[in-house]
């Protein structure tokens, strides 16, 4: 009964490889976010999707690519993995007329 | 461009102290300011959150306070205990894009309760 449940939790892979981290919300949220949070604890947002469409793109290099089958899912493709991609990604939702995020539990990223 | 500056970036309280962090948010167009803790290895929760039409919300321990002329906003944990030590995050945004909301976080603040 997670309310935002990502997969994998932790992923451990080579440079240049390519690599996928998925999101479901089951809260019946119309809207998702991935957001990035680097060694240093910064969060910074990456994407946000509003019933499946892109709202927000950060400025995130083209590598990263998300895609939103439907309402409850949002996926996050990253190609050509870098030293720099390791970090913590986090998944959020949100109802669109509602300001308050709820947080998935986080997909521990390290390129090695 | 849009920045949520928030000192201090540790803390260090004795159990039963209080702790205050603040967070200054560069757009006046700004209205609403949640608080998140997040626990070491865990997910960022809400904990607090207020709207530009308010200057002051309490819940139990916890409260906050906005400043709008000053584009400032605090929060203040009363009481401290060891479970509140956490690395806490301030975030400003200023209302929906076509359906979704754009937070802006402060760099973080990690406290530390000492008992």
């Known amino acids: 009964d997670t309310a935002v449940s990502q997969t994998p939790k932790y992923l451990v892979t080579q440079m240049g490889n390519d690599k996928s981290i998925k999101c479901e919300q089951n809260?019946?949220?119309?809207?998702m976010y991935w957001y990035k949070q680097d060694s240093k604890k910064f969060l910074k947002i990456m994407f946000s999707?509003?019933?499946?469409?892109?709202?927000i793109n950060e400025t995130v290099p083209n590598r990263f690519s998300p895609k939103s089958p439907d309402k409850a899912h949002l996926n996050l493709h990253i190609n050509s993995l870098e030293l720099g991609d390791s970090a913590v990604y986090f998944c959020?939702?949100?109802?669109?007329?509602?300001?308050?995020?709820?947080f998935g539990s986080g997909t521990r990223l390290t390129v090695v | 461009g849009e920045n949520v500056e928030q000192h201090p970036s540790t803390l260090s309280v004795q159990e039963g102290d209080s702790a205050v962090i603040k967070c200054t948010y560069s757009d006046s167009a700004s209205n609403y300011f949640p608080w998140y803790k997040q626990e070491l290895g865990k997910r960022p929760q809400l904990i607090i959150d207020?709207?530009?039409?308010?200057g002051e919300k309490k819940d139990q321990r916890i409260a906050v306070t906005l400043n709008k002329t000053a584009k400032h906003f605090s929060l203040h944990i009363t009481e401290t205990q060891p479970e509140d030590s956490a690395v806490y995050f301030c975030?400003?945004?200023?209302?929906?894009?076509?359906?979704?909301?754009?937070?802006?976080f402060g760099t973080g603040t990690r406290l530390k309760v000492l008992a």
């Open positions: 207020i709207r530009s039409n308010v």
């Open positions: 999707y509003n019933n499946k469409e892109l709202i």
């Open positions: 809260l019946g949220h119309d809207t």
């Open positions: 975030a400003a945004s200023k209302g929906a894009t076509s359906g979704t909301y754009k937070y802006i």
């Open positions: 959020a939702s949100s109802r669109s007329t509602s300001y308050g995020y709820t």
